[in-house]
């Protein structure tokens, strides 16, 4: 009570000095939305890297990206491939955080019959892999690699490394796909989770292999535990789960998102920045997508 009393007093004064001294207009720079993308700026998702995401409250697509974790996107093909994901809950779901699937017991202890996969906390990226940048803190680069945000170590450095490529990894933005796993960093097996919000404290500590690029209002529509394990009673579940082209051409969505190398994407960029000021952030670039649905809905 004291802190707003202060603070209240504090205002006072500000306002009888606005009154004695006369008043100077300050300049703001009128923030403007950015224009709408042209036909050549949308990039469409390959079908084999479009996971296709089926629930009673909605469908979610999630862009693999496999040239970040190729190892993790091989086996998340594979077990959906296999129906491995069909019907399986997402048993565990924390709010402002993220949603957990992929257990078979739905306990948070099950997994496949394959084997652990090798953790891919980091990836190395080379000048022929296309990436648009955002932002340059110290030392780093902010961008995209498709429509995953990441962070690595700028161009520059290539030239003092043995194979002239540099470190990168995922951040963990919201719609931002992770492994699973347990303590043992090469422990993940099939339990992913999709961000709810951005939960930077789990950058290079998980493997990031793709993000929601639609659905994420079906994402923070699952059922939370208000539980601090997560674990959730009565959970929601998966109806169906396959990589696009696993679905006949008929029964297959397709997604197109804006090409993060455009000169719109650009334009959204500063649009974001100069609305969030100092506290602007990556995850604060919002990628458009154009969903086109299928003419027949995919056999559950």
Not at 55 to 66: F, H, R, S
Not at 81 to 94: A, K, Q
Request: hydrophobic residues 45%; charged residues 20%; negative net charge.
């Amino acid at each position: 009570m004291k802190r707003v009393l202060l603070a209240g007093a504090v205002l006072a004064l500000l306002s009888g000095a606005a009154q004695a001294l006369p008043v100077q207009a300050q300049q703001v720079e009128p923030v403007f939305p950015p224009p709408p993308p042209v036909p050549t700026e949308w990039r469409t998702i390959a079908p084999q890297n479009l996971l296709v995401i089926e629930m009673t409250k909605g469908q979610i697509l999630v862009e693999l990206a496999p040239q970040i974790a190729p190892g993790h996107v091989e086996r998340i093909r594979l077990l959906a491939s296999r129906g491995f994901y069909d019907n399986l809950t997402w048993h565990r779901v924390i709010d402002w955080f993220m949603a957990q699937t992929g257990d078979p017991l739905g306990t948070g202890d099950g997994q496949s019959y394959y084997p652990d996969l090798k953790a891919e906390f980091t990836f190395r990226r080379g000048p022929e892999m296309a990436f648009a940048p955002v932002a340059t803190p110290m030392g780093s680069v902010l961008g995209f690699i498709g429509s995953v945000p990441v962070e690595t170590q700028p161009d520059a450095a290539m030239a003092g490394t043995p194979d002239r490529k540099v470190h990168g990894w995922g951040l963990y933005c919201p719609g931002v796909a992770g492994m699973a796993r347990d303590e043992a960093n090469d422990s993940a097996n099939s339990q992913f989770f999709l961000m709810r919000q951005a939960y930077p404290s789990l950058d290079k500590r998980y493997t990031v292999w793709g993000r929601v690029v639609s659905g994420l209002d079906v994402v923070r529509a699952l059922k939370a535990s208000p539980n601090p394990d997560g674990m959730v009673e009565g959970p929601d579940r998966m109806t169906l789960v396959r990589v696009a082209s696993d679905l006949p051409a008929e029964a297959r969505p397709s997604a197109a998102v804006l090409n993060a190398t455009s000169a719109t994407f650009a334009a959204i960029v500063e649009h974001a920045r100069q609305a969030k000021g100092a506290d602007f952030s990556i995850c604060d670039v919002d990628l458009p997508v154009r969903v086109t649905s299928p003419t027949t809905a995919p056999a559950v």
